[in-house]
C-alpha cells in the first residue's frame, strides 16, 4: 500500500522482500493534494517485532491502521492499537487492504467488525478506506482523506527544547556518520553543535535531509537524516537522543502516571521487571508502586520507574510498557518528572506531589519542582525539562514566581533558584545553630561563619549561605561582624567573679610583656578551673586585647603592637634583621622569639628570605 502510495519500497532488508512482512522501519514520503508533504513511516505489524512499531511511532502526528480484508483482525493489531492509544496518537484512518482478495459480502462483515474494534478508541469515528495495492482502487480516496485529516491537525511549535530520538544509524562514504527520526520538539540549524545522550558526546552538524533534500534546518514533526562531523558510528545506538548540549539529563529513574491495560490477565506486583519502551529506547527495569502492593487491570496509579540503564526524558512524554516474559504490552502513560529522586513508599505526600505534576497548571508544576529541591536548588535548565515549558513561558513564571517572593533566585549566572518556604527554613537552621552556640559558649561574641555552615545541610552551597545571611542581618535577626556570626540579641554577660578573673588575665600578661607566663600556671595560682578561665581568655581574644600567637602562648595585645612597630621602623632602616638581631630586640628567650617573629610571618608583615626577614610590603 505505502509502496503504491508514495513510488517508495520502505521493505528494504532481503528478509523482508523475501518473507514479505516488515522487521525494520521503513520511511517513505508522498504529497498531497494540498500541496502537504507527509512523511510515512513503516512499522512492523507481526508480533515478533512489535518494539520496532513503538520505536517507528514514536513522534508522529497520525496512524494509518492498516486491516487486510482477507485476516481481519490480528492479535498483533489490538496490540498496535493499545498502543497507540498509550502513546497519545490522537488521529488516524483505517486502510482496510487487499479488498481484491474477497468478496463484498466478507468486506461487508471485516468493516463491521473493525467498527466494533475501534468503538470507544481514538478511531471510533476515524473513516474506515478500503483500497487495494494491486489494483489502486481506493488510493485517491485514501490520499484526500489523509490530506483532510492533516490539515485538523496543529502544527507543532519549534519553541521547545531540540530533541530527535534516534531510530537508524548508518555511515555513508564521503560523508560519515548519519542519524536518522523524527523530530519530536524544537528545532536544528546546520552548523551547530549537538550532544548525544546519554553518552555526552559531542559533534557538529554538517549536513541535514528532510525526505532526501538538503536543508538549513529542520522543525519539529520533520523526519530528519543528520549528518554529523567526526563522530564514530559505533558509539550511536537506536534509542539514544540528539539534543543541545546540556539541555537533558540522563536519569536511572523516573516519576509517572501510569495505566495498567483493562486486558491484562493478572495483576501487576510491586517490583515486577518490565520492558520500557519511551521515544526509540527500550529499557528493562522495575516498576515501584508507591502506594500499594499490586494493582489490578484497568487501574491508573502514580509509580515510580528504575531502570537498568539510563534514559533521557522531560515531562509528559509518553511511555509503553511491556511485560519481561513473555513479551506483551501491559501499561503506560506519562512521564511526570523526568530526573526525580528514589521515593519511599507508602508516603501520601509523595502520591500528592505527584498528583500536582500530573494535574495542575504550569506555575503549580514549577512552584512544587522549585519546592521540592530543597536547599539544593533548581536550576532553570532543569525546569524547561521537568515542566516541559518554552523559555520564554518558563522565564515569564519564575519572574512573577520572584516578584511574588515565592522564589528566590540564588544564582545569577547558573540561574538556580530555591523556594521562599526553604529560604524560611534554612533561617530557622541558622537561628537554632546560634541558639545552641551561644548557650554552648555564653563568653563568645559569636560562631565562625565557617563553623556555622558546616553545621547546616550539606545541600547548602556558600551563594546560598550567603544569602541568608545577608537577608537575615536586612532583618536584624542576626550580626555579621567580619567572619564571627551572632543572634542580635546575644550579648555577653560576665558575672562577677568573670569580671575579676577577666582583669586579672589582662594585668597578668601586660605585667609579662614579651615573655608572658603560661596560662596553666596562673590558673593554678588563682585557683580556677582551667576549662572557665579559658572562656574568659577566649572572650578577650574575640575583644583583640589578647593575642594567640601560638597554642598556649598568649600576649597582651599592647607589647605586640609596640614591638610591631619596633620591627617595622627597624626594617625600613636596615632593608633586614635576623633572628639574633629580633631577639636582642625583644630581650626575650629563644621559645618566645621564633613564635613571635613567625606570628609576624602569619599576618603578612614579614618575610622570610634564607635567614633573614624583609618587611613583605613597605607601610604607607
Request: aromatic share 6%.
Amino acid at each position: 500500500m505505502i509502496k503504491a502510495l508514495t513510488g517508495i519500497n520502505t521493505d528494504r532488508l532481503k528478509e523482508e522482500q523475501v518473507r514479505g512482512i516488515t522487521i525494520e522501519l521503513g520511511f517513505a514520503h508522498f504529497d498531497l493534494p494540498s500541496g502537504q508533504r507527509l512523511g510515512v513511516v513503516d512499522v512492523p505489524g507481526h508480533e515478533k517485532f512489535v518494539k520496532n512499531m513503538v520505536a517507528g511511532a514514536t513522534g508522529i502526528d497520525l496512524v494509518a491502521l492498516v486491516i487486510a480484508a482477507d485476516e481481519g483482525i490480528m492479535p498483533q493489531t489490538r496490540e498496535h492499537m493499545e498502543i497507540c492509544t498509550l502513546l497519545g496518537i490522537r488521529y488516524g484512518v483505517v486502510a482496510m487492504t487487499k479488498i481484491d482478495m474477497v468478496d463484498e459480502e466478507w468486506l461487508a462483515l471485516v468493516q463491521e467488525e473493525i467498527e466494533q474494534f475501534t468503538r470507544g478508541t481514538f478511531l471510533e469515528d476515524a473513516p474506515i478506506v478500503p483500497v487495494s495495492a494491486a489494483t489502486g482502487q481506493g488510493l485517491v480516496e485514501l490520499t484526500q482523506i489523509l490530506d483532510r485529516i492533516c490539515a485538523d491537525i496543529p502544527a507543532r511549535t519549534s519553541s521547545g527544547l531540540f530533541r530527535l530520538p534516534v531510530d537508524r544509524v548508518f555511515s555513508m562514504k564521503g560523508f560519515g556518520t548519519v542519524i536518522t527520526g523524527t523530530l519530536v520538539s524544537g528545532k536544528v540549524t546546520v552548523g551547530e553543535r549537538v550532544m548525544l545522550y546519554p553518552s555526552g558526546v559531542t559533534s557538529k552538524v554538517r549536513g541535514l535531509q528532510v525526505h532526501n533534500q538538503s536543508v538549513e534546518s529542520a522543525e519539529a514533526g520533520m523526519r530528519t537524516a543528520i549528518n554529523f562531523q567526526g563522530l564514530d558510528k559505533s558509539g550511536v545506538n537506536r534509542g539514544d537522543v540528539i539534543a543541545l548540549p546540556d539541555t537533558l539529563v540522563p536519569s536511572y529513574m523516573i516519576d509517572v502516571s501510569l495505566h495498567y491495560l483493562s486486558s491484562n490477565p493478572r495483576v501487576l506486583k510491586n517490583r515486577t521487571r518490565v520492558r520500557f519502551h519511551a521515544g526509540t529506547s527500550e529499557i528493562t527495569g522495575v516498576v515501584i508502586l508507591l502506594d500499594r502492593e499490586e494493582l489490578a487491570p484497568g487501574e491508573h496509579v502514580k509509580a515510580q520507574l528504575r531502570l537498568d540503564t539510563p534514559v533521557t526524558l522531560i515531562k509528559d512524554d509518553r511511555y509503553v510498557l511491556r511485560s519481561y516474559s513473555p513479551v506483551r504490552t501491559v501499561g503506560g502513560g506519562q512521564v511526570l518528572n523526568p530526573i526525580p529522586p528514589k521515593h519511599k513508599r507508602n508516603k501520601p505526600d509523595i502520591i500528592a506531589r505527584l498528583t500536582t505534576l500530573a494535574d495542575a497548571p504550569p506555575e503549580q508544576v514549577v512552584a512544587q519542582h522549585i519546592q521540592d529541591a530543597g536547599f539544593g536548588a533548581c536550576s532553570f535548565n532543569d525546569l524547561l525539562i521537568m515542566a516541559n515549558l518554552p523559555e520564554k513561558q518558563l522565564d515569564r513564571v519564575l519572574q512573577t514566581m520572584m516578584t511574588q517572593k515565592t522564589a528566590i533566585q540564588i544564582d545569577r549566572e547558573k540561574k538556580r533558584y530555591i523556594h521562599q518556604s526553604t529560604l524560611l527554613d534554612l533561617q530557622q537552621a541558622v537561628r537554632l545553630q546560634l541558639s545552641t552556640y551561644h548557650q554552648k559558649h555564653p563568653l563568645k561574641s559569636g560562631m565562625p561563619k565557617e563553623e556555622l555552615k558546616s553545621r547546616l545541610p550539606s545541600s547548602v552551597d556558600i551563594k546560598l549561605f550567603m544569602l541568608v545571611l545577608q537577608q537575615m542581618g536586612k532583618t536584624e535577626a542576626i550580626t555579621v561582624e567580619e567572619d564571627i556570626v551572632r543572634l542580635s540579641a546575644h550579648r555577653v554577660a560576665l558575672g562577677v567573679d568573670q569580671r575579676a578573673l577577666r582583669e586579672n588575665i589582662l594585668n597578668a600578661y601586660a605585667k609579662g610583656g614579651l615573655t608572658p607566663p603560661y596560662f596553666k600556671d596562673l590558673c593554678q595560682e588563682w585557683n580556677t578551673p582551667v576549662d572557665q578561665a579559658r572562656q574568659v581568655l577566649a572572650l578577650l581574644v574575640d575583644e583583640g586585647l589578647m593575642l594567640k600567637i601560638k597554642e598556649d602562648l598568649y600576649y597582651h595585645h599592647q607589647p605586640i603592637a609596640e614591638l610591631k612597630q619596633k620591627l617595622i621602623a627597624y626594617l625600613t632602616t636596615h632593608e633586614e634583621i635576623s633572628t639574633p638581631q629580633f631577639k636582642d630586640m625583644t630581650g626575650a628567650s629563644r621559645k618566645f622569639v621564633i613564635p613571635l617573629i613567625e606570628f609576624f610571618d602569619g599576618i603578612q608583615l614579614t618575610i622570610r628570605i634564607g635567614d633573614m626577614r624583609k618587611l613583605r610590603k613597605r607601610p604607607t
